[in-house]
């Protein structure tokens, strides 16, 4: 994740994912070696992966053979990332002060997280650690709704939610050349219990006043016993369409 200017509305949210890192390591999807492989140019050698949470992008790109330096500012978040990616390159530093030198990286990477960041200040830093005709890949594992156990599911978690889902296409400035967009469809499975995990590890559900949380989850619990798609199952299909953004430096 980034750091947040403390005095927005969402600043807390963005530096709640460290108590929950375990669960999101255990619970969010990776990301389909497609969707990498399109937002990363081939001739690239050096990436960085920028706010990289626990690793999910990061692995991926490590297994296309890429040079990966993961930046992540939550200590908890990146302890989880060196544990699941060993040999990593990965520091402590946010979108709004990448730690790297100008230049550095043949690709900028970003999944899950550019709502997060000021964005006035990470597209300086962006273009700086870039080389000349570098490439900006944003990233979102977005779960499939049309699936109506999945719609009920995002129902229960963002119940009380004050910010809107916000996975669209990042805003740009005339740094960059044209936005391209491609979608990757796929399935993430998991253990039936960890549909309770993958709703703890949300920042609207870490946040919560205890009770609170718990009645959420138990909702959770309730919807795997019950609804006929999922009661009785030990594994889970979790639809998502991976959305890709991509363009680069002029």
């Not at 390591?25 to 492989?37: F, Q």
Request: with cysteine; net charge negative; glycine share 8%.
């Amino acid at each position: 994740m980034s750091t947040p200017d403390p005095s927005e509305p969402s600043a807390a949210r963005a530096r709640s994912f460290g108590r929950g890192a375990d669960a999101y390591r255990r619970s969010r999807p990776t990301y389909p070696a497609d969707a990498a492989r399109w937002l990363v140019p081939s001739t690239a050698r050096r990436v960085l992966d920028l706010a990289a949470g626990t690793g999910k992008l990061t692995e991926r790109l490590v297994e296309l053979g890429f040079d990966v330096t993961a930046v992540e500012p939550d200590d908890g978040m990146r302890s989880e990332l060196v544990a699941a990616v060993p040999g990593v390159h990965a520091l402590a530093g946010s979108a709004e002060a990448i730690p790297l030198t100008g230049d550095a990286v043949d690709a900028v990477v970003v999944a899950q997280a550019w709502h997060w960041f000021d964005v006035g200040r990470t597209l300086p830093e962006i273009e700086r650690v870039l080389r000349p005709g570098g490439r900006l890949g944003v990233v979102w594992n977005v779960r499939d709704h049309r699936v109506p156990w999945v719609e009920e599911f995002t129902r229960i978690i963002h119940r009380g939610d004050s910010l809107d889902p916000l996975h669209g296409e990042p805003v740009l400035d005339g740094r960059f050349g044209p936005l391209e967009h491609t979608t990757v469809p796929w399935v993430h499975r998991i253990p039936a219990a960890d549909l309770r995990t993958l709703a703890a590890s949300r920042s609207h559900t870490l946040t919560l006043p205890p009770a609170d949380r718990d009645r959420l989850l138990d909702d959770v619990d309730e919807l795997t016993r019950t609804h006929p798609d999922l009661a009785g199952r030990a594994e889970i299909e979790v639809p998502y369409r991976t959305e890709c953004w991509r363009a680069d430096l002029r």
